[in-house]
């Protein structure tokens, strides 16, 4: 334990926790959009648990990815069924819930479920994200003490992937404001969900033996345009199928 913190103490092992935080906080723009999206029909006094309870979700979920899953990104139709998956959560965030009278069910509902729905997009996401943090770790922890490189990883990824859940949830409040004051801007955040939803299923290596690898990379664009166009043209139109059962009601 000694020999630890004495690593832990260099200057070498700062800097690398400092890349770890910098490289988490770019890849956590689109957690920030989840968090956004899924927290923004919350209750005001909801709100901030909404997103302190879904940045904390989805930093544990990263670390967890990191420390021991890194190794299953390569798995065939991973990224595929996590695709899908998150098509179906940016669908969900621009389709209205049926509930009482202001179109919102109760606030403990609404809290675990924008909980739940950000768990599951950070688990797609996190797909591509925890190759770069576990790459930046591992090189980092070899250069701290290469002696002791596991122990070092692990506090690197811990550390540094921990200290970035405040700068996630001001993020997450930022954008929020922004919905609020545009709502248009929830179709964009849902459209760059789609966007990164095809990303991910186009790199999946089960189609490598559908086509090659070059013609795979020369569809990643148009896979994540597809992405984009699918989730608003479904969320589109089910919310004006919503819309005319509401009338239909009335």
């Known amino acids: 334990m000694g020999i630890l913190w004495d690593d832990i103490l260099q200057a070498q092992f700062w800097i690398a926790a400092g890349q770890i935080i910098g490289i988490n ?25 909404g997103m302190i309870l879904g940045a904390g979700v989805a930093v544990l979920l990263r670390v967890l990815f990191t420390l021991v899953v890194a190794q299953a990104m390569s798995w065939p139709y991973l990224k595929l069924v996590g695709g ?6 940016a669908v969900k965030l621009v389709v209205p819930e049926h509930g009482d009278g202001d179109g919102k069910v109760e606030a403990a509902d609404n809290l675990w479920r924008a909980v739940r729905i950000v768990a599951i997009a950070d688990i797609v996401m ?51 404001s922004l919905l609020d004051r545009f709502p248009v801007l929830v179709w964009a955040g849902a459209g760059l969900l789609g966007w990164v939803a095809g990303d991910i299923m186009i790199k ?39 819309a005319a059962g509401k009338m239909t009601e009335v």
Request: proline content about 3%.
């Open 126 to 176: 996190s797909l591509d994200n925890v190759i770069a943090i576990a790459a930046a770790a591992e090189s980092a922890a070899v250069r701290v003490d290469p002696g002791h490189a596991i122990a070092i990883k692990t506090a690197l990824i811990v550390f540094g992937l921990a200290t970035s859940v405040p700068l996630i949830i001001a993020g997450s409040a930022v954008l929020m």
């Open 84 to 89: 899908v998956l998150l098509l179906w959560v």
């Open 25 to 49: 906080v770019i890849l956590s723009g689109d957690n920030a959009v989840v968090i956004a999206l899924a927290c923004r029909m919350l209750p005001p006094r909801q709100r901030l648990w």
């Open 204 to 242: 999946d290596v089960a189609l490598l033996g559908i086509a090659s690898a070059g013609t795979l990379e020369g569809l990643y664009i148009w896979a994540a345009v597809a992405g984009a166009i699918f989730v608003v043209g479904i969320g589109y139109a089910l919310r004006r199928r919503a």
